[in-house]
Every structure is written in C-alpha cells, then in structure tokens.
C-alpha cells in the first residue's frame, strides 16, 4: 500500500508545480517584452549567453530559457540539459505544440517537481494495457488481428500517448521519478509465440516496448510457444520478462482433496519456482508478476512480496494512481475489437479538486 511519506511528498511535488508554472509565466512574458533579466538565484550571466547550437538566454536553479539556432529536437536538448535523452517528453510538456527550429525559444525544466502527476484539478493515472495472442485473423476475444494491433500502436504515437516500461511505472509508484502526461504501459500475457512474431516487429516499428508475462511450463513446449532464445531477444532489445507462476494456476483455489498445508506448499512453489526458472534462464532478477486469471488474496500478496516481487498485475480495470498498492495494479484487457474500446482503455487523469 502506499506510505503516508509519499502522499505528503505528492503535495510538496504540487506546490513545486504551481511554483514552476508562475515562474515559467513569468519568463515568457519577459521574452515577449524582448527584456531578459536575471531573477533572483539566477546562476549564469545577465546577458544572453551563446551556446553551441543555440543561445542561453536565462538559466536558474529551475530552468533554461534557451533560443535555437538550428533543428536541434527534444532529444537532443534534453540530452545535453538534462543528460538524458530519454526525458525528451520533459522538454516536450514544457513546450506543448512549440516546433523546434530555428529561432524557437524553448524552456527546459531542470527539475522533476511533479512526482505524483498532483494537479490543482486532479491527479494522474497511469493505465496498463493487456493482451494475449496474435494472429492475422483471429476468432477468440484473448486474440488480436497484426492489422489492429498496429492501428492501435499507431494511435498511440499519433495522438502523444508515451510508452513506458515496468520499471519506470516502479519508480513513478515509489516516488522516484515523473512520468509524462500520457502514459501507458503495455503488457503481453501468456507466452505465445505470436507476441514474438507478430507484436514484437510491430512494437519495434513504433519504438515501443511491452513486458511479456510467461510461465515457464509452457515456454518451448509447442510450436505455439515462446522459445528461451526469443525471450533472451526481447529482452536484448530491452523488453521486459515477467512471471506468470510456474503453470498459470488460480492461486486462490485449492485443489480438490488438498489440506490448508498442501495448498500453501503448492502455491508457493508455483510463485517462488517461476521466479527462480526465469532469473535462471534469462540472468535477470524477475520482480514483475501477472496473477493468472486476475486471482489474488492477502495470503498470495504475502507470498509475492516476501519472494521478492515488486509489482503485481490484476485483471481490474482502470488506471493506476502513484499511490496505488504496487502488488494489486490495474490492468484494462484489449477484448473488444474496436478501436472505440481501446481508447475507452488510455484513461489517464483523474478529476478531483484539490483546491
């Protein structure tokens, strides 16, 4: 669950927010006025100061104000400001509908305020998409046609939604780091080797990655299962492998004749065994789990948690909020065959006043 630390720092992170939108406000109304001064603890020059590609125009301990010089782009801004290309969508938020070219004037934030996605109007979620199988027909509501999973993929990037990893979702959840606006994350659930033929170039096509959830008794058992090998090429490319216990059983249910002993034996060799078979084979530390079927109860999160898992996938619907309990997330499964459904699934902010 989450820690009262987090939710206090969540409200600090709004304070920081507001504090950064008067600011910004304020620097661009000086740019419009042509009159560039100093605030108070600014650290550089008064005078616009020239930079390789560009011209700084005001630094603080907050933000740059900066004008190009020729196409330098969100990435390569970010990397040089920021020293990580891949918070592009920080320049990006901080500069909605700006066109980086020559002459722009463009701010970059230097400092990640808003942990919690905290606003005045509400608060941010951050929705988990969960698929199943592919194939270029399908007639199963766990099967999605290659024709609309790139129509979905392609509205994703169309309309500035931003994939992230489940280890960036980690760190939004522990109040680590930021996300952008429009993030989503997106789950493949079974180990079918469809996700590898089919999803896989697709979602490399968009720059997209997904964390695939297999449990290893399946793996390598049919033509119509993943193999290790493509499992060790997902995630060569950085896709992410996680668990989906050892046989993809109902962990809440006992089987038929089994006493409350065997049952706890069972489940815990089915949740720690798939753990220890994937760290195995794919050298990695497995802390993502997918609850077969969407099944938990107190004494599986206990077992999860004390077997090292870090966050727990259900089959609830709706986004997830940073202060979500990070081992009973939500997760919106992509059954209808609509693109109309799969928007109704990206909900990602959550009205509620906090004034």
Known sequence: MAKANCKTGGFRGLVGFMG??????????????????????????????????????????????????????????????LGDPGKSWVVEEANNGAIFGKGQVVVIPLKEENKGGLYSDGYQLVPVLCYHRFSQKCVSALCTSARLFEQQMKYLGDNGYRVVTMEELMAFLMYRRALPKRSVVLTIDGGYRSAYEIAYPILKTYGFKATFFIYPDFVETSRNAVTWNQLREMKQDGFEIGSQTLSHCDLTKKIEGEDSRAYEIRIKREIVGSKETIDKMLGQDTVFLAYPFGAYDPVVLNICDLAGYRLGMTMKRGGNPFFADPLALRRNQILKKDMKHFVESLDDFHSFSLR
């Open 20 to 81: 950064f939108c008067f600011a910004l406000q304020g620097f661009l109304f000086l740019l419009s006025c042509k009159t560039i001064e100093a605030p108070s603890g600014t650290t550089g020059e008064v005078s616009p100061e020239k930079e390789s590609s560009g011209t700084l125009l005001v630094r603080s301990e907050d933000l740059v104000v900066y004008r190009l010089e020729n196409d330098d782009g969100p990435e390569i801004l970010a990397e040089r400001f």
